[in-house]
């Protein structure tokens, strides 16, 4: 799987690598794991972390043709050594776009 496509395509930006496609129930679903670099604690900026189990979270997203596509994004969390905090690296997902212009629905008079 190319790294472009999943940007270009599905949104997915830097952060994630793929790790695999399934076909679960004819759907398509990618599989992404976040980059090691992104383990940084948000509030010390520390690296010196202890890694919990992390959660998976299935985000449905545009079709291919006619099949449901997923990205199964890991949602990693840890433990800072040296503030203490508990955090989850958030996931770098698409963002929320319009289908209309400036937000809001257009109409256009004729």
């Known amino acids: 799987m190319n790294q472009s496509l999943l940007y270009h395509a599905f949104g997915v930006r830097e952060g994630y690598q793929y790790v ?3 076909y679960p ?3 398509v679903q990618f599989t992404l794991k976040v980059k ?6 948000p509030t010390c900026h520390s690296t ?3 890694h919990k ?7 449905r997203t545009v079709p291919i ?3 449901t596509v997923w990205l199964k994004t890991e949602v990693p969390s840890a433990n800072c050594q040296d503030c203490h905090k508990n955090f989850e690296v958030a996931p770098l997902l698409p963002r929320l776009t319009s289908t209309t212009r ?4 257009s109409t256009s008079s004729a």
Not at 53 to 59: F, H, N
Not at 102 to 105: D, F, V
Request: glycine share 10%; hydrophobic share 35%; charged share 30%.
């Open 20 to 22: 695999r496609t399934d």
């Open 25 to 27: 129930s004819g759907a």
């Open 36 to 41: 090691p670099e992104l383990f940084v604690c």
């Open 48 to 50: 010196r972390l202890i």
């Open 53 to 59: 189990e992390p959660r998976w979270r299935r985000i």
């Open 65 to 67: 043709g006619f099949k």
């Open 102 to 105: 400036n937000g809001s629905a």
